[in-house]
């Protein structure tokens, strides 16, 4: 049976408006317990608003298929272990390479003390990736989401994977702001151009990672170590002006890595 993805609208809608006043509750719960648990646990629970609404709302979303069977084989095809490692060492470099650019000129980035990296923390890092927007968001996003679009565009990838970047672009909106609060403005619109386009480029490359192997790990793997090298390093970022501008140099590095992985696709194609 041919699997058809519908309403978009309500998805979108639904997943913005939970995520959203979820914020605001977590927001308030926390103003009012001074409980940095509460932050902790409501941003775990919120990155799974994505999955929890394509599940909840499934048999609207999905009408033609059963639930179980949707998520079995959205993880069945065999997993093309040669692209996984090419794209973990396209992002391990872009960010390693971004370090060390704004480290040579700049005395606002701190050395990485990697006898300050013990396994505990490198283990909580990477635990706490696992479970929040990595594998929380990418049911909704690239398993339902990006598929609608590929759907109800001829099977363009990237056209579909630039409208599902934007949704999960400005799902985000709320934390922009609380993560730039008490910022001036140049660094917020530093930090909002530089999500998006992030989330523009990562969107593209999940996207044909995805299309070359049409297993949900896939946009799990990307998200998530896209994540996790972000988290290891950007905090030796110590000031404004440094962390803007490591920003800067990752979206180039993360704009090549998008051109580099369509040029693939384009070759793969034209070789079939």
Known sequence: MVTHHKNPGLYIAVTYIVFWLGILLTGGIYLLSKNDMVMTLGSILLSWVPTIVVLIFFNK???????????????ASKIKIGMVAAVTLAFALSVVFTYIIVFSHSDDVSIIDFKSLSISSIAFTVFYGIITGATGEEIGWRGYLQRYFEENSNGNIIKSSLKVSLVWAFWHTPLWFVSSAGQPVDYLLNYIITFIILNICTSIIIAICYNYCRNLFIPMWIHFISNLFMSLVFPYFTSNSSMMEGKCWLVLFYLLIAISFALWDKMRHRIK
């Open 61 to 75: 979303l999905v009408p033609n298929a059963n639930r179980k069977d949707w998520i079995k084989e959205a993880f």
